[in-house]
């Protein structure tokens, strides 16, 4: 059943959200409450139904045990202002004081436990320690795409004890939908466009794309192990020597699957590693010694916009060229300027990874695609065909164990 078909009415409900959101390291003032909006629709759902509210967090990396920078109280005020709630909140994640204030809660209001990585059980996924937080609540839902790869306590080992009484939220539900819309039945033509740093981050990600899409765009710093691996000269651009072999059995998988594998032909070429640096343009097989390559050609890049204009489904993953750098980031403006144009023709376009987002954020093109996913790291994983494990926790209809300690 989609979350939205619930009914909360009455629910204690346990909810694991993403508020892993960057704060000032003075004043604690958080510089970017996207995640926290991104939960919104989830916690105003179970509140407007009558429903009252346990929420659960990580945020940062703590090393043991409480540290102040790392405390959830720092939010408390701004998600007040967010659900235009007053908010409760417990300097403890389970134990007596959080039962007790979790049972005293009565329907509309909202409790926000500790920041759960102050235990290390949390990470290591504890049975224990995933059933004192169980006791938190009558229902469970998990809201958090961001981490749902690991089997932590949080996310996947409470699910044990919520056997019929566990839910994806609203923006967890709606990531797997459109990574199945892209991943399970996608309208052809299909093209992946994967960019980004190198080749070994993105290898069973495009493994996994090969025998689903019609083309391939690769762009960025491992276009160049391409060329290399294709006997090309390529100066002093990234190149990961380790992965030529495998750069070779992708260009032939390709090619015995019929799939178009595009690679850039022309290069944007820099002599250092900087915005201000002395720049030309060369044939991405022929860069000159002591040069390097930091975003694709003019070439490829009316090459690249003609595949995407002819595409119907369309996922992008990583940048063509150093977009952080101005010098350097016509590839990546012109990429996601086409996505956005092969969206309004009506191609549905799911734009994800870290840096992919970063680069549609910067030109405010975030709402003009179909979907933006949240999740780095999830994401990644769910598109190189792993099953994440706060993902099999939900749907799982018995109890499981998938790790203890
Ligand atoms: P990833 O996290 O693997 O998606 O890589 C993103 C990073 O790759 C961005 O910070 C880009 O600046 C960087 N990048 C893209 N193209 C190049 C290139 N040609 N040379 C060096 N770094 C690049």
């Not at 300027?337 to 992919?356: C, I, M, Q, W």
């Amino acid at each position: 059943m989609s979350f939205k078909d619930l009914n909360f009415s009455n629910k204690k409900v346990l909810v694991r959200v993403d508020f892993n959101v960057p704060l000032e390291p003075d004043t604690f003032r958080i510089t970017d409450d996207t995640r926290m909006k991104a939960a919104l629709p989830t916690l105003n759902k179970v509140l407007n139904d009558g429903g009252s509210l346990v929420i659960m967090s990580h945020l940062g990396r703590p090393k043991l045990g409480f540290e102040e920078k790392f405390s959830l109280k720092h939010i408390v005020s701004h998600l007040g202002d967010l659900l235009n709630k007053e908010i409760q909140f417990c300097g403890d994640s389970i134990g007596e004081e959080a039962q007790k204030m979790s049972s005293e809660l009565k329907p509309g209001q909202v409790l926000l436990i500790e920041n759960l990585r102050f235990y290390k059980h949390e990470t290591s996924g504890n049975l224990y320690f995933a059933e004192e937080l169980s006791k938190l609540g009558d229902f469970y839902v998990n809201d958090a795409f961001g981490t749902a790869h690991r089997a932590h306590a949080s996310t996947t080992m409470v699910a044990n004890f919520f056997t019929g009484k566990k839910s994806f939220g609203n923006l967890l539900e709606n990531e797997i939908n459109s990574l199945e819309k892209v991943l399970s039945a996608p309208k052809k033509p299909f093209t992946a466009i994967i960019g980004g740093a190198k080749v070994s981050g993105k290898i069973n990600v495009i493994e996994n794309l090969l025998d689903k899409v019609t083309d391939i765009i690769i762009g960025g710093g491992m276009s160049y192990t391409f060329i290399k691996a294709q006997g090309g000269k390529i100066g002093s651009s990234l190149v990961e020597d380790n992965q030529i072999s495998t750069a070779k059995d992708i260009l032939k998988k390709a090619e015995k699957l019929g799939v178009n594998l595009h690679i850039p032909t022309d290069t944007v070429i820099a002599d250092s590693f900087s915005n201000d640096a002395n720049t030309d343009e060369c044939d991405i097989f022929e860069i000159p010694d002591g040069w390097m390559g930091l975003d694709i050609g003019t070439k490829s890049i009316k090459q690249f916009k003609e595949v995407i204009s002819r595409s119907s489904t369309i996922l992008w993953n990583g940048p063509m060229g150093v977009f952080e750098m101005e010098s350097f980031e016509k590839g990546t403006k012109v990429i996601a300027y086409s996505v956005v144009e092969a969206t309004k023709n009506g191609a549905y376009s799911l734009v994800g990874g870290g840096d992919s987002v970063a680069a549609i954020n910067r030109y405010n093109l975030g709402d003009e695609v179909s979907y933006v996913s949240t999740g780095g790291g999830a994401m990644l994983e769910y598109l190189e065909g792993k099953e994440l494990p706060g993902v099999i926790a939900i749907n799982q209809k018995e109890g499981f164990r998938l790790n203890e300690d």
